[in-house]
């Protein structure tokens, strides 16, 4: 019988586009010709290739976990065969911490705000104080603890634009410290217009002086004014769409990101994840803005856990399972927008795709209490802007390093199931704070987080099998493993 050969490759995604370019090699397995790669050359400790497959809306994903390198095939034949091709490969390498100062912080300017929104942490759990944060105060903390060749400082609340006279005193003095500095302030937007140090508004000011940062809008106005209200009960949305309009042609509206927060509504809601994806970036299209994140209350870097237990059920399995099904419409939203030439936004989804297609591990999500940390009113020094159980230190008696340790190192690797998880790599192994926050317990991570992340990393593999997703993605600046 005449020998047919099928020159079926299996489909590569991210050839030629890591830091270390594979090497593409060929296994003839019976009558299929199917593409294979070495291992990216990366420093690590040798070890066993770890595969897994993933099923994406109707697509197979082959995921080698160490070297975050993909494919898509069709058959379990063409899955042995990239299997059989791989030879070796490498656990990656995480540098130890040494930087003896913080290189970035956030300022808790206030805990006052104008608005009343129904799943802030701040609203929900702390004291309601209206005390600023003080000169002084920053400047005993810098002196002991801010670095003084680079650093990102932030404003944060409450509502930090209540108080500019005094972001302006505290951003002259790190300025005078450290020339290279850089300033955001998260806000709620309603207060952009009002005169502000001296400039005819905030937006102006914020302009003026460099800064970037985040302006918290949920997505259409019917949602936006279901929580996010003034004290009186008045919805929001009319005053910050002015807002942001008027000044987008000033700098500070241009390179805003655009956050989005949305509790277990949503499930029930007529405007869906992808409705609110979809506004957020057709503002972002008009040029107000240019990123877009949106996540759960329970995720939120500006939201928590409220005393509302209808806000925050997504831990519910039929919830959860209505979520994922509202995340794979929002992402074929997006890969459609992708494939129009469009270059939409959203935070959460990029951040897993370009791990996956850059293949950089990471094995952390963020520096809190390492290279970041967050300063209250009261100079407390937090590991985190989320400040109830983050606290390793006073500016009047220093950093408490007994509970400060726990921060330094708290990588997946020691995070309990994290080192078993096939996406342990992709993941970032999730919040320390939500982990305290739950279980009293850093090192466990958060059920709930780790199934919102996975439905981030299949919502990546979608894309990769969808879009030319070179076409949204920028190279990572930073070649260093987190």
Known sequence: MEEVL??????????????????????????????????????????????????????????????????IF????????????????????????????????CFQMTRACNLACSYCFVRNYYDPKTDLLSLDIVKRFAEQYMGKDQMAV????????????????I???????????????????????????????????????GFGGIVSIDGPPEIQDLYRKYVSGEGTSSKILRNLE??????????????????SEIVKSAVTLKDRLQYLNELMYSGIGQHVSIEPVVLSETSCISGDKELTMMDQEDVLQALE???MDAVKW??????????????????????????????????????????????SICACHRLQ????????????ESLRAKWLEVRGYVRKGCNECPVRYVCGSGCKEASLLYYKDIYKPVEIECKLRMIWIKCAFYLLAHCNVADILQRPKKQGQK
């Open 6 to 71: 099928f020159w079926r490759m299996a489909k590569q995604i991210n050839i030629g586009m890591s830091r270390h370019p594979a090497t593409v090699g060929y296994v003839r397995k019976e009558n299929m010709t199917i593409a294979t790669t070495d291992p990216v050359n990366r420093p690590g400790y040798p070890t066993e290739p770890e595969f897994h497959v993933f099923e994406v809306q109707g697509r197979k994903h082959l995921l080698e976990s160490n070297t975050l390198k993909t494919w």
């Open 74 to 105: 069709d058959t379990s034949e063409e899955m042995e065969a990239i299997k059989s091709g791989f030879g070796k490969t490498a656990k990656p390498v995480f540098p130890a911490y040494s930087t003896p100062r913080f290189q970035a912080v």
């Open 154 to 169: 932030s404003f944060f609340g409450g509502e930090p634009t209540l108080c500019m006279d005094r972001v302006e005193e």
């Open 171 to 209: 951003r002259a003095y790190c300025l005078s410290r450290c020339a290279k500095t850089h300033f955001s302030i998260t806000t709620n937007g309603t207060l952009l217009d009002q005169p502000a140090c001296g400039f005819p508004s905030v937006a102006e000011y914020l302009s003026n002086r």
């Open 246 to 263: 008027a000044f987008k042609e000033s700098s500070y509206v241009k390179k805003v990101t655009l956050r989005g927060t949305f509790t």
């Open 325 to 327: 099904q509202q995340y």
């Open 334 to 379: 997006f890969a459609a927008e992708v494939n129009k030439g469009r270059k939409p936004k959203w935070h959460q989804v990029l951040k897993m795709l370009e791990r996956l297609y850059f293949q950089r591990p990471a094995y952390q999500e963020c520096g809190a209490g390492k290279g970041y940390c967050s300063l209250d009113v009261d100079g």
């Open 389 to 400: 159980f983050t606290k390793i230190g006073h500016v009047d008696i220093g950093l408490d």
